[in-house]
């Protein structure tokens, strides 16, 4: 089955501790972006990336670090996460003849307190 | 750069009527596609449709029609014979034509149906 899994699904942590929320694609596909939700502000990119090894800023990048050595993963790395991160968050993936745009994993809440 | 505007927070229809949702884009892309997702209550993002900038029909899955009028930059999303469970959370999305792939999101229209 084609699917985008993210993992874990939930998370709660202490602020300070370093933490990595993976993601994972089986669809061979180039693009893949994380996103957050809060409410009121719709989803946000935070970062994407068009391939291998290549990585580039959103909207909203303070605070995370990503990297892309796979092609079919991307890890999102909150090296010091604070509670302004508490969030949801989703990874999505695409590709150039990807008819619906983007398919997304089922999402991560995380809280930091 | 690309903007969703989405200008109501909140609706409420009664079960089996049909409702509409707003959306409205700005874009100086000249190729682009615009998309609905539909967010329950249990957090998944579920595509619902899709309208490429230059399809000359309106486009419709089900109970779902995007009404597009590409000259006033909307896009509105109607659902049909509305059921409890579109209870949900609705987002409108533009992506650019070409090599870039980024989603740009509305901030979300909350859809209550009553019994």
């Known amino acids: 089955e084609a699917q985008v899994t993210q993992n874990p699904r939930y998370l709660i942590t202490v602020t300070g501790k370093k933490l990595t929320v993976t993601c994972s694609q089986n669809m061979n596909h180039e693009y893949m972006s994380w996103y957050r939700q809060d409410p009121g502000l719709g989803l946000r990119q935070i970062y994407y990336s068009m391939n291998v090894e290549v990585t580039d800023k959103g909207d909203v990048p303070e605070g995370y670090k990503v990297s892309r050595k796979e092609k079919r993963n991307f890890p999102l790395i909150l090296e010091s996460p604070s509670p302004n991160q508490t969030s949801l968050y989703f990874c999505?993936?695409?590709?150039?003849?990807?008819?619906?745009?983007?398919?997304f994993g089922s999402g991560t809440r995380l809280t930091v307190v | 750069a690309q903007k969703i505007t989405q200008t109501q927070p909140g609706m409420f229809v009664q079960e089996k009527e049909a409702v509409t949702l707003d959306c409205t884009y700005d874009t100086s892309d000249p190729s682009y596609g615009l998309f609905w997702y539909k967010q329950p209550s249990s957090g998944e993002m579920i595509f619902l449709i899709y309208?490429?900038?230059?399809?000359?029909q309106n486009a419709t899955e089900g109970r779902y029609s995007l009404n597009f009028q590409k000259a006033r930059k909307s896009a509105n999303l109607v659902i049909s014979a509305s059921q409890l469970g579109d209870s949900a959370m609705y987002f409108c999305a533009m992506r650019p034509g070409g090599s870039n792939y980024k989603l740009t999101f509305g901030k979300g229209t909350l859809l209550t149906v009553n019994p």
């Open positions: 309208q490429g900038s230059y399809d000359q």
């Open positions: 999505a993936s695409s590709s150039p003849d990807s008819y619906y745009g983007y398919t």
